[in-house]
């Protein structure tokens, strides 16, 4: 095809749903999903060396160093499957710089999706949030509880789930937000997220299909 697949990137608060919209999108688009908070975990509970230096830096709510995280994105943006398929990248950019280095290599999404969630939700869904270990699927104790109690008895939380480490790793996106998104003003696109999922969806559904038809469009210009 001389369609060249959706490039999209996903931002937003901590526990502000990327994770949970990811999933769907993957699911739709069937784009590469490539999220920095999965990779850099993978690396802590398989023990490699990134890992070993990344957990301090999790477990504190704090930012991974731009060098580890970008060294890691780049190599994963390079591998074929991403040129068929087209990208879904989801905790990435995260400061001035990361977004620097992708302008640098002229990587750039055709839309950048903004989740909107007010202060006080995000609270609760961090410290509600539960993850399954098997199937990687993201729960909420209230809002999506396991389907069984097998489920149940193996998820875990994230040890930057507490209410103290949110609200940190809150004032530090707050400290970047700005800077990352006039790099991508042009084709940002703000999410109100305060609502269900399935209405979340729907909306970012409709917008990447739209993106989809419009560079369908260019290309047979
Ligand atoms: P990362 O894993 O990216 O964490 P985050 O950005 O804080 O985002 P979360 O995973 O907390 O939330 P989410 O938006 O995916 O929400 P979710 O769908 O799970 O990063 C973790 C750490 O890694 C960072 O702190 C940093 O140390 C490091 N790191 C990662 N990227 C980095 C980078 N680029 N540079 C440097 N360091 C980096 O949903 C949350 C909860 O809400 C769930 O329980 C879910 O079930 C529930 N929920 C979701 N949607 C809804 C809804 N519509 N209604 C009700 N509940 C909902």
Redesign the pocket.
């Known amino acids: 095809s001389v369609n060249e697949p959706l490039k999209v990137m996903i931002s937003?608060?901590?526990?502000?749903?990327?994770?949970?919209?990811?999933?769907l999108i993957v699911n739709q688009f069937g784009l590469v999903h490539i999220?920095?908070?999965?990779?850099?975990?993978a690396e802590v509970s398989s023990g490699t060396e990134i890992g070993n230096k990344?957990k301090e830096?999790?477990?504190?709510?704090?930012?991974?160093?731009?060098e580890?995280?970008?060294a890691m994105?780049t190599s994963r943006l390079s591998r074929e499957d991403t040129k068929t398929k087209g990208w879904l990248l989801?905790?990435?950019?995260?400061?001035f710089n990361?977004a620097q280095s992708l302008e640098k290599m002229k990587i750039r999404p055709n839309v950048y999706i903004v989740?909107d969630?007010p202060d006080e939700?995000?609270i609760?869904?961090?410290i509600?949030?539960?993850?399954d270990p098997v199937t990687k699927k993201?729960?909420?104790?209230?809002?999506?509880p396991p389907e069984s109690e097998e489920i149940s008895a193996r998820l875990v939380t994230?040890p930057?789930?507490t209410e103290e480490?949110?609200k940190s790793?809150l004032e530090?996106?707050k400290q970047n937000a700005e800077a990352i998104s006039s790099t991508y003003s042009d084709i940002m696109k703000k999410i109100n997220?305060?609502?269900?999922?399935?209405?979340?969806f729907a909306e970012i559904d409709a917008l990447l299909s739209l993106v989809q038809k419009d560079k369908e469009k260019t290309t047979k210009l």
């Open positions: 937003g608060a901590p526990a502000s749903g990327k994770g949970t919209q990811c999933e999220s920095t908070g999965d990779l850099l975990r990344a830096y999790m477990n504190a709510g704090r930012l991974v160093p731009d580890i995280v970008t994105v989801d905790g990435y950019p995260r400061s990361q989740l969630v939700t995000l609760d869904r961090c509600g949030r539960r993850l993201i729960y909420h104790l209230k809002s999506f994230r930057d789930d480490k949110v790793r530090i996106y997220g305060n609502r269900s999922k399935e209405e979340v």
